[in-house]
């Protein structure tokens, strides 16, 4: 897999989650212009790094290598969005 792709997969994790840059980046313990590189796939990372962004972004590595994920991260975006509806559905109920 080539970084830019990577990069995008990564992105699109983080946008599922509606994660800044700048969260992550925070989290990881670096700048955002680091951050930045990596998700632009100009920045290699080791093993270890992919491992932490995975664990922030709540998703398995083998995802983020995949060479197609925008449609795994879309339906997460989608189940996401629909489980909070849901649930303010049940606040409404509720009160």
Same mark, same amino acid.
């Given at each position: 897999?080539?970084? *830019?792709?990577? /990069? *995008? !997969?990564?992105?699109?994790?983080?946008?599922? +989650?509606?994660?800044?840059?700048?969260? %992550?980046?925070?989290?990881?313990? =670096?700048?955002?212009?680091?951050?930045s590189?990596?998700?632009? /796939?100009?920045?290699d990372?080791?093993?270890?790094? +992919?491992?932490?962004?995975?664990?922030?972004?709540?998703?398995? %590595?083998?995802? +983020?290598?995949?060479?197609?994920?925008?449609?795994?991260?879309?339906?997460?975006?989608?189940? =996401?969005a629909?489980? *909070?509806?849901?649930?303010?559905?049940? *606040? !409404?109920?509720? %009160?």
């Open positions: 897999m080539d970084l *830019k792709q990577l /990069g *995008k !997969n990564i992105a699109i994790a983080r946008h599922a +989650l509606r994660l800044t840059q700048e969260d %992550v980046a925070f989290e990881l313990d =670096i700048t955002n212009t680091s951050y590189r990596i998700e632009q /796939g100009k920045s990372i080791s093993f270890n790094r +992919l491992l932490q962004i995975a664990q922030i972004l709540k998703v398995p %590595v083998s995802s +983020l290598v995949q060479d197609d994920t925008s449609a795994d991260f879309r339906q997460l975006s989608s189940d =996401i629909q489980i *909070k509806a849901d649930i303010a559905e049940i *606040k !409404n109920v509720v %009160v």
